[in-house]
């Protein structure tokens, strides 16, 4: 069983940077990808940011590339969101997500570990 504990969520205003943490509780596991998806008012959650916890690259949405940087922390077992220049349409609910084996990262179905779900609001 994993689970995952996020933080860091808020309410900016445009052009404003936030940072979200998510650290992996493991009990005795492993996680190897860990991804941020993101949900905002009336529409589908959607992949933001993802990784291979072992290294191997990062990836990002075309909407948030240039902007949103996630990161892995192995000390920390902890996967980062830093996401810079924040705009009324970054504004959702954002997920943290994660895997013990992961052939893909960037679909919701790629993963069976998810928190709860912390709040970013991006006024202009």
């Known amino acids: 069983q994993v689970k995952l504990v996020e933080s860091g969520g808020g309410s900016v205003q445009i052009g404003s940077s936030l940072t979200l943490s998510c650290e992996a509780l493991?009990?005795?596991?492993?996680?190897?990808?860990m991804g941020w998806f993101r949900q905002a008012p009336g529409k589908e959650r959607e992949g933001v940011a993802a990784l291979y916890t072992g290294g191997g690259g990062q990836y990002y949405a075309d909407s948030v590339k240039g902007r949103f940087t996630v990161s892995y922390d192995h000390q920390k077992n902890t996967v980062d969101l830093r996401m810079d220049s924040l705009n009324p349409d970054d504004t959702g609910i954002y997920y943290c997500a994660a895997d013990l084996v992961c052939a893909t990262v960037w679909r919701e179905s790629d993963y069976t570990y998810w928190g709860r779900g912390t709040q970013v609001t991006v006024s202009s």
């Open positions: 493991e009990y005795g596991y492993h996680v190897y990808c």
